[in-house]
């Protein structure tokens, strides 16, 4: 985002804090279809995203006075997006991920680089996405929050309630799990 | 030579290194081709990823679109609700309180009317209880409705629904007295040297009850002589029935014939063919009988109901008189104590000698062409009832598309807007209840609200036939065309299906129950998004 539009949406910031229902529409208008696909890709359900969009922008709209303006808009958004769907996963699923002792413990198979080459090309994104959504809550999650929401390992860690050092662990078995569905094998260990 | 592992070259393209590893290994990937491939092969994969999560594949669904809806601020959805409100009043006052007037001046006024059917326990006497037990539970279930809103997980409570709705049942069935005695036998008698000191049901060829049973008499029986004294109610399938003794309570009789030659303290409730109230008889309530003929001899304290073929009335009515039928002859010993209403094909018989309190009222009709309006009025009524639903439909999908939509996918859900219609409707009933006693103390305008239920119920088929419509022509994503079409393709079956008897009631039965409650919820969704989201 440039200088101007940045302070385009800060000045959109301000007046919908200031209770400006049309700054607020706008800014929704603005954000909503990427937060809908960000929950598209964490639920597992449609209906599950679009109730989550609505509450996260509830949310979001009940929150606005706290948002840090130093802050970028979009991180801050995804954020709160972030933390309402693991929440609504966690709370559904009970724990029934892997915790970080197990995951840090399971070994990992090496992988071929010319086999991953090879699979990796020839996977749609369509075929990519439906693995995704095979995949253990806590590992899809991960990679939405690291390869769609671009967040630092730091937010992915917090949201996740992991400490730092593990995120790595979880992303790559989370890519393991992934190349498992996509080469037919279906997902070892993980539950989802 | 010593590869870097996949864990590090990871974290190696995240930018996740220690600095001084991190010129390890770019050192280490100028000079090993196995780990310049593994570095390259994550790197594709990272890219893939992306790709694939952040591609638009899929649109915005219309309830999140809905930019016609937005702006809408609370205050619209609570004027809409007032708006019900204001409909309900409407309703009342424009169709059903006239209605009861009409009754009233026909001599059916509210107290004895309503009262005498919901609670003087003309036909059941478990109404006042069914409403303590209806208190109770209303109190309880809108406490569970209000953890449930609180909670704001009603998706997951599908199984508190089914148990509402298992609860609604149960409360719509009688519930009978604890002690009873059964009996059972070609022939039965109760000698009348017998008491029994609880409620009887009996059953065989034969029953004849001499003794005293102190509690309710209950026969399936061919034929039911009752000489002794029952201190309960006699409830009776019967082919014939006699009755030459006493009842302290209430005689409710399903048989060919039925002969009162005895007293009855409170009401008669009749169905068959023939009903014969003889000199000696007297009944201390009401007469409500649906009957091909009945001869009236004795003493009626209070009014009669009826819709009786024929009619022939020798006897007294203290109250008033409501008869439909054909035929109706009052002999110059009757008296009617207040006003007397008969409405049928044929000119009534009134003998000069007959004491009526005022003259009888007479509405005569060509029966034959009554039945033809009859049915033209209800095809007529269909066709007007689809129609307007219909346009109510379009008319949803237009103003407030948002509503429409996060209730129409309340619809698909089944299981929980079918609960949450049975919540509702054992509430609206505890509330229609506790209006029906304000309007007999006056206060008419208080059932305004309670009214509110009325329009939901009516608005339900639209959403109902919407989702049926959408399983027959499948799916649509948002057009306005498209969602009118299917709503008129739903509304047609199900006014359809509701002229079959029986189940047609069933089907409209289901379609209030579930639409009630996927009305609910989109209100209840609409209630909770549209203020904070997209207004101020």
Not at chain 2, 25 to 53: N, P, Y
Not at chain 2, 228 to 239: E, L, P
């Amino acid at each position: 985002m440039n200088p101007a539009d940045q302070a385009s949406e800060q000045e959109l910031i301000a007046k919908a804090k200031a209770g400006n229902a049309e700054a607020w529409g706008e800014l929704y208008r603005q954000h909503a279809p990427a937060i809908f696909r960000f929950c598209r890709r964490a639920m597992h359900a449609r209906e599950d995203a679009e109730d989550a969009t609505m509450d996260i922008f509830i949310k979001v709209r009940q929150k606005l006075s706290q948002y840090d303006s130093s802050r970028p808009f979009n991180a801050w958004l995804y954020t709160v997006a972030a933390n309402h769907c693991w929440d609504l996963l966690r709370r559904r699923r009970g724990r029934q991920d892997l915790e970080t002792g197990e995951i840090e413990n399971m070994p990992l198979e090496h992988p071929d680089p010319g086999q991953l080459e090879q699979l990796i090309e020839k996977s749609s994104s369509q075929e990519v996405r439906r693995a995704l959504d095979q995949l253990p809550a806590r590992a899809r999650m991960a990679l939405v929050l690291r390869y769609y929401s671009d967040m630092s390992y730091d937010d992915v860690a917090a949201t996740l309630g992991v400490r730092r050092a593990f995120v790595g662990v979880v992303l790559l078995r989370a890519r393991h799990q992934l190349r498992d569905i996509l080469g037919g094998r279906g997902v070892d260990g993980g539950t989802s | 030579m010593i590869h870097f592992d996949e864990m590090a070259c990871l974290l190696y393209l995240e930018g996740q290194l220690e600095p001084s590893r991190e010129r390890e290994m770019a050192l280490h990937i100028g000079e090993c081709d196995t780990c310049r491939t593994l570095l390259h092969a994550l790197e594709r994969e990272s890219h893939v990823l992306a790709v694939a999560l952040t591609e638009d594949n899929e649109p915005m669904p219309a309830r999140l679109l809905s930019t016609r809806s937005w702006g809408v601020p609370s205050w619209v959805w609570t004027l809409a609700f007032g708006g019900f409100a204001l409909g309900a009043y409407w309703l009342w006052a424009g169709t059903v309180d006239p209605w009861l007037q009409q009754l009233s001046n026909a001599g059916f006024g509210g107290t004895d009317f309503m009262s005498m059917l919901v609670f003087s326990g003309a036909f059941w006497e478990g109404w006042s209880y069914m409403i303590e037990v209806l208190q109770v539970l209303a109190l309880v279930i809108v406490g569970i409705a209000a953890i449930g809103l609180l909670r704001r997980r009603f998706r997951r409570h599908t199984a508190i629904a089914v148990v509402m709705s298992v609860m609604a049942l149960a409360l719509a069935l009688p519930q009978r007295a604890a002690a009873t005695e059964l009996r059972h036998d070609e022939s039965v008698l109760v000698p009348a040297t017998e008491v029994i000191h609880t409620d009887l049901i009996v059953s065989g060829a034969s029953v004849r009850v001499d003794g005293t049973v102190e509690g309710d008499l209950i026969a399936f029986t061919g034929m039911l002589i009752v000489t002794g004294h029952v201190t309960g109610d006699i409830i009776a399938f019967a082919g014939q029935m006699r009755m030459e003794g006493t009842v302290d309570g209430n005689v409710r009789v399903i048989s060919h014939t039925v002969s009162i030659d005895g007293s009855v303290s409170k009401n008669v409730t009749y169905i068959g063919n023939t009903f014969d109230l003889t000199e000696r008889g007297q009944v201390g309530g009401s007469l409500i009988s649906i009957a091909g003929d009945a001869d009236v001899d004795g003493h009626i304290h209070r009014d009669v109901l009826g819709m009786i073929r024929r009619t022939h009335l020798d006897g007294g009515i203290g109250g008033q008189m409501w008869l439909r039928g054909r035929n109706l002859t009052i002999g110059q010993t009757a008296e009617i104590g207040g006003s007397a209403i008969f409405s049928g094909s044929r000119k009534p018989v009134v003998a000069s000698g007959a004491k009526l309190a005022s003259p009888l009222h007479i509405e005569t009709q060509e029966e034959e062409r009554r039945e033809m309006f009859e049915a033209i009025r209800v095809i007529v009524n269909e066709i007007v009832g689809f129609g307007a639903a219909l346009l109510l439909g379009v008319l949803l999908v237009t103003v407030v598309p948002g509503f429409f939509h996060a209730t129409l996918r309340e619809t698909g859900r089944i299981g929980v807007p079918i609960g949450v219609g049975a919540v509702a409707l054992l509430i609206s009933v505890f509330l229609l209840a506790l209006g029906i006693l304000l309007i007999f103390v006056g206060v008419g305008a208080g059932v305004a609200g309670v009214l509110g239920y009325a329009p939901i119920l009516y608005v339900s088929q639209v959403f109902v036939g919407a989702w049926l419509g959408s399983r027959i022509l499948g799916e649509t994503s948002s057009t306005t065309g498209a969602i009118i079409g299917r709503i008129a393709v739903g509304l047609l079956i199900l006014h359809v299906a509701g002229l079959i008897p029986v189940l047609g009631g069933l089907i409209w039965l289901a379609v209030a129950l579930w639409g009630t409650g996927a009305v609910l919820l989109g209100f209840y969704r609409m209630s909770r998004a549209e203020p904070a989201v997209l207004s101020a």
